[in-house]
């Protein structure tokens, strides 16, 4: 597990470093690819706060992203407001929504709050679709600038520099936020609820903050992804988004954060290259999906779990 192990943070420093270092030299695809794993490792981390740390399984992540999206992208096409008003405020607008739906799902456990948060999702899917007014209906807002900061963001270099910087804020911020009280609290709720209670602590508060944290943190990712794309439209609100956050998280191993990270990678490499050659990538989606969950609960961080449990038995039987 990432949390609490300085040998494990020591790791993942040493590899954000070397990609920085070597991703100038690779072909600008390459890096368009690792721009994308970035901000989507964003969202499925702030995913696997909700999923790996508290019990929490939710399908609603894509509202949250893209209102982040869509807050960027009205602000700055329509109203011409500047960087850093519409960053605060895309991401005010994707807490408030994920306070909003924390009221309703939290009250819910198990495959209820799943199928809320899928359902609640799926307005703000339909209200980007049907409010043309507003979002331009299917045909999206296009023409979104990239933000002036001193530097060319136009340049895909510079621009992965840029949500490298940020991706590494957002690994610290819910680092620090995972290895303190509120995140140990978050760890004893998914283990025991009952118990929890037991002990006096408010169990649906601590639930309902980690619901808006993790909002928060997709809509960061949908911040970066409307200035990474340009442009945005309703599909970036549709469940696809949800469930490859879902699956993200299942494949790098929940309650590991650097995990979600390597899903995010895996998925998005594998689904750029597959489709290529093969129109069904959905169908190898959910391949993946119940090969994950099947052989691999702990997913691929577990693996390195394993062996590192096996050599310790090795050791203690020597």
């Known amino acids: 597990m990432f949390s609490g192990r300085p040998r494990a943070v020591f790791t993942v420093l040493l590899v954000l470093v070397v990609l920085a270092a070597v991703t100038p030299f690779l072909p600008e695809y390459v890096c368009i690819l690792l721009i994308q794993a970035l901000i989507f490792g964003i969202l499925a981390m702030g995913l696997d706060l909700l999923l790996g740390y508290t019990g929490l399984p939710s399908l609603g992540q894509a509202a949250y992203f893209g209102v982040g999206a869509y807050a960027v992208a009205i602000l700055t096409t329509r109203y011409e407001f500047g ?10 607008l994707s807490a408030a929504v994920a306070a909003i739906f924390g009221l309703i799902a939290i009250r819910a456990k198990g495959v209820y709050f799943l199928m809320l948060t899928l359902a ?7 209200l980007a679709w049907r409010w043309t007014s507003l979002t331009d209906g299917d045909n999206g807002i296009t023409g979104i600038p990239r933000p002036e900061l001193g530097f060319d963001l136009n340049s895909y270099i510079n621009l992965f520099y840029f949500i490298l910087f940020v991706f590494v804020l957002c690994l610290g911020a819910l680092y620090v936020l995972v290895n303190s009280p509120f995140g140990r609290t978050l760890v004893g709720i998914r283990e025991r609820e009952e118990r929890m209670q037991m002990l006096g602590y408010n169990v649906w508060l601590h639930k309902y903050l980690a619901f808006i944290f993790s909002g928060i943190f ?7 992804w409307a200035y990474y794309k340009n442009f945005v439209t309703p599909d970036d609100l549709f469940i696809d988004v949800s469930v ?12 590991t954060l650097v995990g979600a990270t390597i899903g995010a990678g ?4 594998l689904r750029n290259y597959v ?18 969950i ?11 779990r394993r062996f590192r449990r096996r050599a310790e038995t090795e050791k203690l039987d020597e």
């Open 83 to 92: 960087f850093f008003p519409t960053v605060v405020l895309a991401i005010l």
């Open 120 to 126: 609640l999702a799926m307005v703000v899917w339909g």
């Open 218 to 224: 997709a809509g960061i990712a949908g911040v970066l």
């Open 244 to 255: 490859e956050a879902l699956l993200m998280v299942a494949l790098g191993g929940p309650a």
């Open 266 to 269: 895996v998925i998005v490499f």
């Open 275 to 292: 489709s290529i050659y093969y129109s069904g990538w959905p169908y190898i989606l959910g391949a993946m999906y119940i090969f994950t």
């Open 294 to 304: 099947l052989y691999l609960p702990e997913g691929l961080m577990g693996i390195a």
